[in-house]
């Protein structure tokens, strides 16, 4: 069952969409047989792409480029594909199910580590055989990577290793039992919570990486949920077999106000725009919050079937399954969508006391602060002159989701983020 769901989920048959784009091929796979080389694709911000192939054939190689696919250098030639990425600074994580030299010799993964700047890849460490359950792996905003250690809690639960520039640090005790492969993603939010998709077994959550709740949302039901990520405005979206969101740090589930019945991969670019894939809904982009989405983009013409989809803050990339990698620049993002980004900093969030303010760009000579319940309830509002301001820890003293909403001088509203108070 669970190679038949990989391969279901894996393969992405996209229609032609309406509006026009231009896509070029940038890299040609070498691919024999569809059904065990899949390419995959991963780019980094400023565009440094790596590729590769998920496979139990030898020679495969996993190469990167830094000029847009004009010149490849070989990290690899006989790696197995089957993750990778890159973090805030630009550093390579990358993890083979079968490697005959370095690290492993069996089919024990391996994960390898490659500094930015640097184009050779070493490799750091044993990790346990997941097969081709890929979604064990997490690169959070403090650029962590999460990986499954080899060791178990003292509850004899799985638990997640932290590495940061290549190095092992902190373990972190997960929701599941010793040999679980239920685990279907994961995300940290930028309150600090962890929250885990499941293989028929909803959602689970946790504000400190230590006491986890469950949550089998009616909404979600018993279907498998693959695909996690959160919007500018903290909501978190969910792809697989729908399109759910939540508007609480993953609490409550719903549909997405856009309605697809398949999301084989959902994804966030650098100007803060959504992305969701369907094989029957097509592409869908929101640069709203996913407040409203649109259909974009005509795929390649032989670039249907898609294997991986990846965002920069750039491009869209395509890794078909007519062994061609696409690229394709993002749709472009209004002056006024883009002003609104990112114009307050909110910190420490989570916080379980005051929460300081800090203008970035000043829209207006004035600006103003209200602060609200999950409920809906304005608890404090203020009139702001200069960069900075602090709410106090008796504005919000009780734990749990607030919305922080920021307006300019005129109540136009300019951020709005999710703060998490914790006890």
């Known amino acids: 069952m669970r190679k038949i769901l990989f391969i279901l989920l894996g393969v992405i048959m996209l229609p032609n969409m309406s509006q026009g784009q231009t ?75 079968k490697k005959n030299s370095g690290v492993s010799t069996n089919y024990t993964d391996s994960l390898h580590y490659m500094a930015a700047g640097q184009t050779t890849l070493q490799a750091i460490a044993d990790l346990p055989n997941n097969g081709f359950n890929l979604a064990l792996y997490h690169i959070d905003g403090d650029e962590n990577l999460y990986t499954l250690s080899t060791n178990l809690s003292s509850n004899l639960k799985n638990q997640w290793l932290l590495y940061k520039n290549g190095v092992p640090g902190a373990e972190i005790e997960t929701p599941f ?61 969910m792809g697989g077999a729908g399109f759910a969101q939540s508007t609480d740090g993953g609490n409550n589930w719903s549909g997405a106000s856009q309605s697809i019945n398949l999301v084989g991969f959902v994804e966030k670019a650098g100007n803060g725009m959504l992305f969701a894939i369907s094989p029957f809904g097509g592409a869908w982009q929101s640069s709203d919050n996913g407040a409203t989405w649109v259909e974009i983009t005509a795929l390649p013409a032989s670039g249907a079937d898609m294997y991986d989809f990846a965002v920069s803050d750039n491009f869209m990339y395509i890794a078909a399954k007519d062994s061609t990698l696409y690229r394709a620049a993002l749709p472009a993002v209004s002056a006024v969508e883009e002003a609104t980004r990112h114009t307050v900093r909110v910190y420490p969030n989570p916080s379980s006391h005051a929460v300081h303010l800090t203008l970035k760009q000043s829209p207006s000579s004035n600006w103003q602060v209200q602060l609200i319940g999950i409920n809906g309830q304005l608890l404090h509002q203020a009139k702001v002159v200069g960069p900075t301001y602090t709410l106090a820890d008796r504005l919000f003293p009780d734990s749990g989701m607030y919305l922080l909403s920021i307006q300019d001088g005129e109540g136009h509203t300019i951020q709005q983020t999710k703060i998490m108070k914790l006890k």
């Open 23 to 97: 896509w070029t091929a940038i890299y040609d796979y070498p691919i024999q047989d569809l059904v065990w080389d899949q390419p995959r694709v991963a780019v980094s911000a400023d565009d440094k792409i790596v590729v590769g192939i998920e496979t139990i054939r030898i020679n495969r190689p996993l190469e990167l480029t830094t000029d847009g696919g004009q010149n490849w250098t070989t990290l690899d030639a006989d790696f197995q594909y089957k993750y990778a990425g890159f973090d805030g600074a630009g550093n390579l994580y990358a993890v083979s199910m």
């Open 177 to 237: 039992n010793a040999g679980s492969s239920s685990q279907r993603s994961m995300l940290k939010t930028s309150t600090g919570r962890y929250v885990v998709s499941t293989f028929n077994d909803g959602v689970k959550w946790s504000d400190d990486g230590q006491t986890w709740n469950d949550n089998q949302d009616s909404y979600l039901g018993n279907s498998t949920w693959l695909h996690l990520v959160e919007a500018d405005n903290g909501d978190l979206f």
